[in-house]
């Protein structure tokens, strides 16, 4: 049985060389410090910025969409333009 042997003592091998990657995530993420609680103050909004932020936001996400839709159209126009165009 070497073969079983030999592959447990790879693994043995492989381990100890490994580095922790959970302390140096945690070095260099600056991760969260249970000594310090932070506390956010966050601007109150009044409900006319809050509705000026949504129209906003819905504004942006229709543009996006169109612009997702109009360079689907563009793609398929050309994939369809060369399929007639190898076809005939």
Do not use: A
Request: proline share 3%; charged share 30%.
């Amino acid at each position: 049985m070497p073969f079983g042997e030999s592959f447990l003592t790879t693994i043995k091998n492989n381990k100890s060389i490994m580095l922790d990657k959970s302390r140096r995530f945690r070095k260099t993420s600056g991760g969260f410090d249970w000594s310090k609680s932070q506390q956010f103050d966050f601007p109150k909004s009044t409900p006319h910025e809050l509705k000026r932020i949504r129209e906003k936001l819905k504004r942006e996400h229709r543009q996006t969409r169109v612009k997702q839709i109009s360079i689907f159209c563009i793609i398929m126009l050309i994939v369809i333009s060369i399929f007639i165009y190898l076809i005939n």
